[in-house]
């Protein structure tokens, strides 16, 4: 029996030698060393070359290394039959709300007026004057963890999903109607969506016309969520005022590209939230488990849903 960890963009030996101390029976390899692919079982993939799957005949699972599937449901190789799981561990989903409510706060406290007033040596006094309304599309297990975490410190917290489905303390909305009537009640919009054919470009001129005067837009979801084009105009209408993105359609973002260099957004490197390898090995150590008992991997996918 072995299991194949493929990630062609990261350094894997962390995650291998963790899984090897929680799987000592197990023979962990990391690709391209995959030896005969006849013994692997069980595949850990994220962003993994084209044909590979088809290659290893005797998978019985796969996991995403992250809570990120498209780059599995995407892949015309991979059976519909088999089983695919992905990693959203409390810690990530604890991480993503972290930096959520961070960059939320020194936004709407406008702590950069402070570093301003230091540098010019000026001392005025400023507080925000209402606590603002937080809108999450979203609500999977790093939405609800984010939404939970701006309710403990009294936000108002709207959310919307494919369903209607959230937590009962949260007002919920669904639709198209529902969308937009989130995007308009938001100071702070967040997509925590999952990227399917039905979210795809969910981020575009209409609903930024629906957002308050003002308003920020934070897209921690996927870039292709987010029309650029539509964003780049609607900043100059003030309909959202400010962007603050970590995702992007083309990533690393190209240096010419435009986000770089607006005064009304803020960039950071896909980081919001990321696997931590402890956490990952006790994940896949126990979805591996899962699967040689017969039983579906962590975070089982709907194919169908393409989440």
């Given at each position: ?8 963009d990261?350094?894997?030996e ?5 899984l ?7 023979d ?7 030896g ?50 992905r ?9 993503m ?11 709407w ?43 403990a ?36 919009l967040?997509?925590?969506l ?58 690393p ?38 699967v040689m ?15």
């Amino acid at each position: 029996m072995a299991l194949l960890i493929c990630a062609p963009d990261r350094s894997n030996e962390r995650l291998a030698a963790d899984l090897k101390k929680r799987l000592p029976d197990v023979d962990v390899r990391i690709w391209p060393a995959v030896g005969e692919p006849t013994d692997i079982e069980f595949a850990l993939l994220w962003k993994h070359p084209e044909g590979l799957v088809k290659t290893l005949p005797n998978l019985k699972a796969i996991s995403s290394l992250g809570a990120g599937i498209e780059h599995l449901v995407n892949d015309p190789d991979i059976p519909k039959t088999l089983p695919i799981g992905r990693l959203a561990g409390p810690k990530l989903a604890r991480d993503m709300a972290t930096w959520l409510v961070g960059q939320v706060i020194a936004h709407w406290r406008d702590f950069n007026r402070f570093d301003n007033q230091q540098r010019a040596k000026q001392w005025q006094a400023w507080a925000p004057t209402h606590q603002p309304r937080v809108g999450i599309l979203g609500m999977g297990a790093m939405g609800r963890e984010a939404a939970h975490a701006f309710q403990a410190l009294g936000f108002e917290v709207g959310g919307y999903s494919i369903s209607g489905d959230g937590p009962e303390s949260i007002q919920m909305h669904t639709g198209q109607t529902g969308l937009m009537t989130l995007a308009s009640q938001s100071d702070y919009l967040i997509c925590l969506l999952p990227l399917t054919d039905e979210t795809r470009g969910i981020l575009d001129k209409n609903l930024m016309a629906n957002m308050p005067r003002d308003s920020v837009l934070i897209n921690v979801g996927r870039g292709a969520h987010l029309v650029e084009a539509d964003l780049l105009k609607a900043l100059d209408l003030g309909h959202p005022k400010h962007a603050i993105l970590d995702v992007f359609s083309t990533e690393p973002l190209p240096q010419d590209h435009p986000f770089w260099t607006h005064p009304q957004i803020r960039v950071s490197p896909h980081s919001a939230a990321l696997t931590d390898p402890s956490e990952a090995a006790d994940l896949v150590a126990q979805s591996y488990r899962d699967v040689m008992a017969g039983k579906p991997p962590l975070g089982r996918v709907d194919l169908s849903k393409g989440y």
